[in-house]
Structures are given as structure tokens and as C-alpha cells.
């Protein structure tokens, strides 16, 4: 039996195991995590570790240890984040301070990540090809290339509904066949025969993976099959001869058993305040249960999982996607994470909780995301998004391409990181009722709902910026628990139409010009940036579209200028790409009520939006606010004149 203590907040403070306290919460400010103390099932009371997380001044999450009662770190993390809160490294204390690199494009989508670097907060000029990633896309989301520990690229073909048809690499072809409903089908070496290595995939009328089929020895061997409950939920895995069956505390697994004629109780699982913050598993040992802890990264994904007394059982690592490396033992030296491990296809103590928090299914080596399949080496799902309709990002793709940022532990909506809320749960921060989940009460709430939705879709002609933003607000994304994934907008657009964007644009254009002919009197490449984020009034914008689909928002300039000798003597040339941010965070207007005639073509009438309904709707997890940035770059040159 698994007891519940909640503060007068409404978060979680103490977690028992019948009547010995297992784990226990402390918390700063209105939610942020401090420490999470794990205690030995068997007395309630002796510490095993206790997890730390450190904040700068944004929030940003800047360290996450597990410690020993001797303060050694048994697994620990530092990061580092750009000004909108990238990580732009992950630091393991655990692994003698070395750790991994990030880099992304524009839209914030990660472009490359260099491994096990010595001095991951120093970027890495030219890393090696066999310790980076490095990822392109296409505008929308579709990756395009990528070089995995390789200095050989894959290249990827897909068709105009998103879905992959070809991948090469280094002139070895991969073939994808998918059906009408989106679900990816077939992987194979060859376009029109089965070849072994094949895979083969099958699905139910709603689009959940039913069974999946490798081809091995000129025959097709079933690796896995599934079955789902009326909710839509995993209730049985058959794979390598094993039955197992999940049982749910609704969308979490708190119990798995397996055999079918007899069967037993294997494993059984304690979890926290996210969905997937999995804290303690109880596996069966002979006629005991035996306690492992799990020690995970602020994206939750599980580092190690260590006995009572903090040994460490089994460690993990993972490449950018999730890519998992399954350590089952150490070597014999004691140290887990210096590189000569043993490692498995899958855990030797039955467990699946990997990257993100998720379920890997190693006889398929994908991750089960409750709505849909995660594959890691393409970096996206099997099938397409099912609320494709309200969604503006690619249907495929796993976090909208930043996987180090956001996670997606239903297949539905992306989480920002360690924001792991349950599909519609009530928001406390935000007022929401925890009692509130009835049928009654559901029903009212999606006809305030679909009735936001179609005055929304109502904008679209005369306003499509407010359309957009407002329909992300209510979408997949916002309606489902997401309470701070990046929206990226045209900002270019945005300074083409709206007098005050332009003007912020013009000024911060100028700050850097101004920065470069002061200050860079010698040939050379240099880095620059705003001192200081600057704040722009709504009212300035001068245009009611850009007004109410952003509201009042920041700016600031980067730029990366080449400095060299001009024509004439002792004339500075300077190139320049100057890039222009912006970003804000979306959410309703407290007071303000909207009425909007609807189009003759969705039937006329009128459909009033209240600012009281928006704001129910957000405290009980149907929309959320979001953070919603842009940027562009442009090139600019100019010259600094010899003085006369």
C-alpha cells in the first residue's frame, strides 16, 4: 500500500510504503523542486540518497545531484543554457566531470551534440566525428541529414505528407512503407523484397502497434506483441517468450506480472509528481520484494538505479534521441561510468525505464509513449500525431526536434524540461481544482473548449497571426499539459508588419553597429550580443493581428561579425550576420471577453470567448501557456572610414 502526504499547496511531501516513509519532498517558491530524500523501505528513516536541484536566476535548472548522508555524489549533473534556456551543456560530476555539448539552429532545434568532452562548457571547435551527432531539417521539422558518431551522412527522403520513403548512407539504402492512416509499416534494405534485418509493424483501428515482426533466417519472427484496455493503455507485452501484464494507476504502470497460466508479481513501481518521475522499484527477490532507486536527470531520463544502501545496480547513458547503452556491470573496477562496462541489449534487473522516463522495449528497440512508438535513430514517431488537427508542428517528429529541452511522454504533447503533468490534470499553480476530473464537469469543459476552438479558427482570415498562436494555446500542445513549450513564429513577418517590432528591430540593428565600430579595431572573427534584454509595449506594435496573437514581448541581438582590412588604407570592412530574438509567454487576458461573428461557411452566429472560461480552462489543464519565441538573421556589411 502506497501512501500519499500533499502540503497545503497540494504537492506531494511525503510518499509511504505502508507505514515506513520511502521518499520525502522539500520545495522553493511555488513548485520548483529543492531536494527529494530516498529513505530504506525497511525503517522509513535511514537516508539512501537525496536528490538536489539548483536554479539561476530565470529558473533554469543549473545543477541536479544525488548525494550519499557523506555528501558524496553518486550521479550528479551540471548545466549551462543560452539566454531563452537551451541547455548548452550537460556536465557529469558522476564521470570526472566530463559530459556533452548542444548546438541548434534558429528555431532552437538541436543541431549537434558533441559527447564525453572533457570541458563540455567550452564549445568544441572541431569535435571529431566519432563523438558528435550533428542533425538539418527542413522548415518543417523533418530531418533532412544528420551524421551520427560518423563521417558519413545519412540523408533522408519523405514524401509530401511528412512520412520518411528512403534513407542512404554512404550508398546503403533503407526503404519505409507506410499505410493510409500514417503508421510507419515497413523498414527494409530493399524497395519491393524482404531481405533479413527487415522490420515489419501492424496496428489496431486506432492506430496503437499491435504487433511487430523482424525477419531473421529468411523467416518472419514476431518480436513483440500488444495489447491495449478500452483507455487506450498497455495492458500485455508478449516478447522473447514472456508475458507480461501492466496494471495502471491511470496512465502510470504501478505493477507488472509475469506468465500466463500462474502468474507472479515481478515488479512494482513508486512514482512522484510527474508522470513519469519514477522513484523506487520493488523487484521480486525470492519471496521478498527488494528496493531499487531510481537517480535520473532533470529531463528525468535514469542515470543509474542503486540499492538501499546506494550501490549502483545497473547505469545508463544515451545518445541526443534517447539511444540507449544498457550498463549491467562495471567492469570490475568498481566505476560505472568510465567506459569499460558490460553492456546488454536489455536491463538484467527487468527494467524499461530509460530516456525521458519512458518504457524501451528492447525487442524492437523502441520507447512505448502511451499513445505512440518512439524510434530514436530517426528521432521521430511511428505514427502520426492524433491531434494533428490543432497542431502546427510536424506530425513525426519527437519533441519538436529539441530533445534536450522537452520531452513527449504521451505521444500527444511535448513537456518542457521536468514539467511532466498527466493528460488533463488540473494546474495548482494556477487554481486548479484536484477533485475536478468528473464526467459532468469534462463534458462542460469541452464545449467551453470547442467552442474557444471555433472562434479561433474564425480569426483565420482577417487575422491569421492571432489564429495560430490562439489555436496553439488550445491544441495538443497547450490543451494537454503543456505549460511552457516554445511555439516558434515568423519574426521576420513580424517585423515586415508591425511599426513598433520594426522600430526594436532598427534600434538593436544599430546597437551592434555601433558595439562592432567601437570596439573591433582588429581583423578577426568575434562574437557579439545585447547587453540587455529590452522590453516592447503591444501598443506600439500599430497592428491588432501582431497585437493580440503576441501581446507585449522582449528583443535581443546576437551577431557573428568578420572584421578585415577594406580597400582603402587603413579601412575596416565588417561583415556581419546579425540575428534578432524574441520571445514571450502566452496566456489570456484577465477581463477581456471576445465576440466573434462566425463565417457563413462555419455556419454564422456569434461565439463569445470569455476571459473567465480561457482562465477555467487553463486551471484545469485544457490550455496552457507557452513560450513563444522567433528570430531571423540577415546579413548586414558596413565600414569603418580611416580618420583624416
Known amino acids: 500500500m502506497i501512501n500519499y502526504t500533499y502540503d497545503t499547496a497540494n504537492r506531494i511531501s511525503l510518499i509511504k510504503d505502508s507505514a515506513n516513509a520511502v521518499v520525502q519532498y522539500l520545495y522553493v517558491g511555488q513548485g520548483r523542486l529543492s531536494e527529494r530524500k530516498y529513505m530504506k523501505a525497511t525503517d522509513g528513516s535511514t537516508e539512501v540518497t537525496t536528490l538536489h536541484a539548483l536554479y539561476d536566476g530565470a529558473g533554469s535548472i543549473t545543477r541536479f545531484y544525488h548525494d550519499k548522508s557523506d555528501d558524496s555524489v553518486v550521479v550528479g549533473f551540471q548545466y549551462g543554457h543560452d539566454k531563452l534556456g537551451n541547455p548548452q551543456y550537460k556536465l557529469r560530476e558522476h564521470q570526472a566531470n566530463y559530459g556533452d555539448e548542444y548546438m541548434y539552429d534558429r528555431l ?17 571547435v572541431s569535435p571529431a566525428a566519432a563523438v558528435t551527432d550533428s542533425f538539418g531539417y527542413d522548415s518543417i521539422g523533418n530531418r533532412t541529414s544528420c551524421y551520427l558518431k560518423s563521417a558519413t551522412a545519412t540523408g533522408y527522403l519523405h514524401n509530401p505528407v511528412n512520412e520518411y520513403t528512403k534513407e542512404s548512407t554512404g550508398g546503403t539504402d533503407k526503404y519505409y512503407g507506410s499505410d493510409a492512416a500514417g503508421n510507419l509499416t515497413r523498414v527494409a534494405a530493399a524497395s519491393a523484397t524482404d531481405t533479413d534485418g527487415d522490420w515489419r509493424y501492424y496496428y489496431d483501428y486506432e492506430n496503437q502497434m499491435t504487433k511487430a515482426e523482424k525477419r531473421e533466417d529468411g523467416t518472419w519472427v514476431t518480436r513483440g506483441e500488444y495489447a491495449r484496455d478500452a483507455l487506450m493503455r498497455r495492458i500485455e507485452k508478449v516478447a522473447a517468450g514472456t508475458t507480461i501484464r501492466y496494471y495502471h494507476d491511470g496512465w502510470r504502470v504501478i505493477e507488472e506480472t509475469e506468465g500466463t497460466a500462474t502468474p507472479t508479481v515481478e515488479r512494482q513501481y513508486v512514482f512522484g509528481n510527474g508522470i513519469d518521475e519514477a522513484l523506487v522499484m520493488f523487484k521480486k527477490n525470492g519471496a521478498n520484494y527488494e528496493p531499487y532507486y531510481y537517480l535520473a536527470d532533470c529531463l528525468w531520463s535514469v542515470e543509474a538505479i542503486v540499492n538501499d544502501s546506494a550501490a549502483i545496480i545497473e547505469a545508463y547513458g544515451y545518445r541526443a534521441y534517447g539511444e540507449p547503452t544498457i550498463k549491467t556491470g562495471n567492469g570490475g573496477d568498481g566505476d560505472w561510468f568510465d567506459g569499460d562496462e558490460t553492456t546488454a541489449a536489455a536491463s538484467a534487473n527487468g527494467n524499461d525505464i530509460l530516456f525521458a522516463g519512458r518504457n524501451y522495449d528492447p525487442e524492437t528497440e523502441l520507447y512505448y509513449c502511451r499513445m505512440r512508438m518512439y524510434e530514436t535513430k530517426s528521432g521521430r514517431f511511428v505514427s502520426r500525431d492524433a491531434l494533428l488537427a490543432f497542431s502546427p508542428l510536424n506530425a513525426y517528429s519527437y519533441a519538436s526536434n ?12 511535448d513537456y518542457a524540461i521536468g514539467e511532466h503533468k498527466p493528460v ?24 467551453l473548449y470547442e467552442n474557444a476552438k471555433k472562434g479561433a479558427a474564425a480569426f483565420k482570415a482577417t487575422m491569421p497571426h492571432t489564429a495560430a498562436h490562439f489555436e496553439y494555446y488550445l491544441s495538443a500542445n497547450g490543451a494537454i499539459g503543456n505549460e511552457a513549450k516554445w511555439y516558434n513564429f515568423d519574426a521576420a513577418q513580424l517585423v515586415k508588419e508591425a511599426k513598433g517590432a520594426k522600430d526594436a528591430y532598427d534600434k538593436e540593428l544599430k546597437a551592434a553597429q555601433d558595439f562592432a565600430l567601437a570596439n573591433l579595431k582588429e581583423p578577426g572573427t568575434y562574437t557579439i550580443s545585447s547587453t540587455a534584454i529590452t522590453f516592447v509595449n503591444k501598443n506600439s506594435l ?11 514581448f522582449n528583443v535581443y541581438g546576437d551577431g557573428k561579425v568578420v572584421v578585415t582590412q577594406g580597400a582603402r588604407e587603413g ?15 502566452y496566456n489570456f487576458n484577465t477581463g477581456q471577453n471576445i465576440s466573434i461573428d462566425l463565417p457563413k461557411e462555419q455556419g454564422g452566429g456569434v461565439v463569445n470567448i470569455k476571459a473567465t472560461d480561457l482562465q477555467l480552462m487553463h486551471k484545469q489543464g485544457f490550455a496552457r501557456e507557452f513560450i513563444q519565441t522567433g528570430a531571423f538573421a540577415q546579413d548586414v556589411s558596413f565600414e569603418k572610414a580611416p580618420k583624416k
Open 108 to 124: 532552437y532545434r538541436l543541431t549537434r551534440t558533441v559527447y564525453d568532452d572533457s570541458t563540455p562548457a567550452t564549445p568544441t
Open 402 to 413: 529539441q530533445p534536450i529541452t522537452v520531452c513527449d511522454p504521451t505521444g500527444l504533447a
Open 424 to 447: 488533463l490534470t488540473p494546474d495548482p499553480a494556477a487554481g486548479g481544482d484536484a477533485t475536478w476530473n468528473t464526467m459532468t464537469k469534462t463534458d462542460q469543459m469541452r464545449q
Open 542 to 552: 500599430k497592428n491588432s493581428d501582431w497585437h493580440f496573437a503576441l501581446g507585449s
Open 571 to 585: 579601412c575596416l570592412k565588417y561583415s556581419m550576420v546579425f540575428t534578432f530574438h524574441v520571445w514571450d509567454v
